[in-house]
């Protein structure tokens, strides 16, 4: 037997840990039902890590309902559990995706995955990742002792059976519409290779939510009822991805796993994936098909794709992939395959999810990752790896890669093995079995032509993370660790929201207590009390307990007093204000506000204990959020007192300075939205931004310059 190792530690893997146990299991029905009883085991911890996580999964088996008693709905089951099992803990984190998939994903997840969810579910949303990069990790780890890792999200429309049926009622999303077959694949493994994962697991965790997790403790045995063992008691290598961040180096174990598998094969390749685009890949393909003139490649992938944006990036990738292979001239040794389920006159492509390559009879990968760029350098991303070492691993791998070739053309693992002895060919194989309507299909895209689209393709998938442009780079610095458009979209998000709020005020009966010529006629007249001063500081007080836009009674201040007096009145009550609302933050305590942010408080935490006066600051001079939240979350963080102030007092100046002076103009517009005043209001804004951002510069250069 050939000697060649493929699977090394710090080359193409991180570790390489022992299993008693791992399997394969193919398509949605056969993962959920093998998750549910793995969580009806859980006794003391549970993490489950994604791309997606949806509330409303239903974890049922291929019969498609739950008979044991529990809700079939994912996060109705996990309420159900912590509830029943005050020592179990559950942790949730998904990646806080970007707004080109809200259309997608669950509307509010952290509504339906935290808020509504017992405290021992734990719940965050994964921004812990540079510009453009997402997190693609879907893993799940039962006790330490259990963990699944393959391409499956626990989320809506991924169910199906391996039957795959033109019409099957049991196939439907949320709102009960259909869709068409999917096709996927996970791995479930123990022993030492589980308790990595779940070292992987509370890593990703602690990146995400800003907190660790309990200690990695094994414990009792949740394997799934029924599942049957494809391997025991072998290695399991484990490869990721991971970018680069400011505490630590880009991982590139998926990549070069990709390039040693290739490098090794003899005879056949096959892969199963959702995208082809990369194109290194792709020629260190071609290169090892010229060196080894009897291997052949079978690449089973979906028929087309259904968004724009797949259909010209990901799709034109595709067809740049398989192009290179042409040019070597080695194209009649790969094939280009998707399934097909027919039933009469009907016909329906099945859609590919999964992230499999089968080398040979040596090497069987199942995870994350895809064949794109992005995969082998930006995202996260995992996979699970067997390298057969023995005659008997080497039967297994061919079996299951004989398994998921069978699955397509409706054979078994068998029959696909006997026509690969008849024919000497797995591509004639997979091309010509076929039963019960079950089949593969040449794919053809030959009406797709990717050279239009290279621009937009460097931007959705690229290898690396793209650096802002250099005048972004004078505030946010050449690496920022999070993905600054997503807050930058959150802050748009916040802004449509005050707006919302502003026009319930005018259009509500509040409209009465809180319209502009009444806050502004009522301080006036407070102006000719005697007590005027302690009044307005009462004012801002109430109006920071209310959440009442600060600036908006700023503004009212310096048109009701003059700029002079206006701004030493509103500066004194929105420093007073803060700090009420600190103290408050303080009093309740983290618990309370986290039961409303979740762990993503333990970031804002660190990053303003990390940074102090200037963290606050900045936070003032660019808000990202309302001025009483921040106040609140500072106070219950615990961020010291004087760096709170000091901080406050800093980030506030420019605003308070701008609307003291332009208040009795920005107050017209207002009262009366003239063309005169909208003008002189907009040019105000800008001057503020303008004001905002410079301050912030000098900040940051501040900062830098004393690292």
């Known amino acids: 037997m050939d000697t060649f190792v493929i699977l090394t530690p710090n080359r193409n893997i991180w570790r390489l840990e022992r299993a008693r146990r791992v399997a394969v299991l193919i398509d949605g029905a056969n993962y959920f039902g093998a998750l549910r009883q793995a969580l009806l085991n859980a006794r003391s911890t549970v993490f489950i890590i994604g791309w997606d996580l949806d509330s409303r999964t239903r974890l049922v088996d291929e019969s498609g309902h739950a008979n044991d008693g529990y809700p079939e709905g994912f996060v109705d089951l996990l309420t159900a559990l912590v509830n029943e099992r005050p020592e179990l803990t559950v942790h949730l984190l998904v990646w806080d995706f970007s707004v080109l998939y809200a259309l997608e994903r669950e509307p509010f997840p952290t509504v339906s995955l935290g808020w509504r969810t017992p405290r021992r579910i734990r719940f965050c949303l994964d921004e812990d990742l540079p510009p453009g990069a997402s997190h693609h990790q879907k893993l799940v780890v039962v006790d330490d002792a259990l963990a699944f890792c393959g391409g499956l999200d626990v989320t809506i429309r991924r169910w199906d059976t391996a039957e795959h049926r033109l019409d099957d009622a049991r196939r439907v999303d949320p709102a009960g519409a259909p869709y068409r077959p999917f096709h996927d694949v996970q791995a479930v493994v123990d022993g030492a290779a589980a308790r990595a994962l779940a070292e992987l697991a509370r890593e990703r965790w602690q990146r995400g939510a800003c907190e660790r997790g309990p200690p990695v403790h094994p414990a009792g045995d949740p394997w799934p009822t029924g599942v049957t063992a494809d391997f025991g008691e072998i290695d399991v290598g484990i490869a990721r991805t991971a970018p680069a961040s400011d505490e630590t180096q880009e991982v590139r174990e998926v990549e070069a796993l990709f390039f040693d598998a290739i490098g090794r094969a003899v005879r056949t390749i096959y892969i199963e994936n959702q995208f082809l685009t990369a194109g290194r890949l792709a020629r260190h ?127 078994s693992a068998a029959e696909v093995s006997a026509s690969f002895a008849r024919t000497g060919s797995l591509i004639e194989s997979a091309r010509t079995l076929t039963r019960d309507g079950h089949h593969l299909q040449p794919v053809d895209d030959s009406g797709v032509e990717p050279s239009a689209v290279l621009t937009l393709e460097s931007l959705a998938d690229p290898e690396r993370q793209i650096p802002p442009p250099t005048f972004l780079q004078t505030f946010v610095g050449k690496q920022p660790r999070a993905r600054r458009l997503g807050r930058l979209a959150k802050m748009i998000v916040t802004g449509l929201l005050v707006l919302s709020l502003i026009l319930a005020w005018r259009f509500t009966p509040l409209s009465a207590l809180a319209h502009p010529d009444n806050i502004r006629q009522w301080l006036v007249d407070v102006a000719e009390i005697p007590g005027a001063p302690l009044i307005v500081l009462a004012t801002f007080i109430l109006g920071g307990l209310v959440v009442f836009p600060v600036m908006l009674l700023i503004a009212a201040t310096a048109a009701a007093f003059g700029p002079w007096l206006g701004f030493a009145l509103a500066g004194t009550g929105a420093i007073a204000s803060a700090v009420i609302t600190y103290g408050i933050g303080a009093a309740i305590g983290r618990d309370a506000v986290e039961t409303v942010l979740g762990p993503r408080l333990h970031r804002v935490r660190r990053s303003i204990t990390k940074r102090g006066v200037l963290a606050v600051a900045a936070i003032r001079l660019v808000p990202i959020a309302p001025f009483t939240l921040v106040n609140l979350v500072a106070g219950a963080s615990r961020i010291p007192f004087a760096d709170y102030v000091l901080g406050t007092v800093i980030g506030m100046a420019p605003g308070l300075i701008l609307m003291s002076a332009l208040g009795h103009q920005i107050w017209s517009m207002i009262s009366e939205p003239t063309p005169t005043n909208i003008l002189l209001f907009v040019l105000a804004v800008l001057a503020w931004f303008i004001v905002s951002i410079g301050a912030q510069a000098l900040l940051l250069h501040w900062r830098r310059r004393n690292a």
Do not use: Y
Request: aromatic share 2%; charged share 25%; net charge negative.
């Open 285 to 411: 393909l071609a290169k090892r098909m010229q060196q080894q003139p009897e291997l052949e490649v079978v690449l089973v992938v979906p028929k087309g794709h259904h968004s724009w944006l797949e259909t010209h990036i990901m799709q034109a990738g595709r067809v740049r992939f398989m192009r290179i292979i042409e040019a070597a001239g080695v194209a009649e040794r790969a094939a280009l395959l998707c399934p097909h389920v027919t039933d009469g006159e009907r016909s329906i492509d099945v859609m590919v999810h999964s992230k499999v390559m089968v080398v040979d009879d040596v090497l069987l990968r199942v995870g994350s990752a895809n064949l794109n760029n992005r995969s082998i350098g930006l995202d996260t991303e995992c996979d699970v790896a067997i390298e057969a070492k023995t005659a008997d691993e080497r039967r297994d791998v061919e079996r299951m890669r004989n398994s998921l070739l069978g699955h397509h053309c409706g054979v």
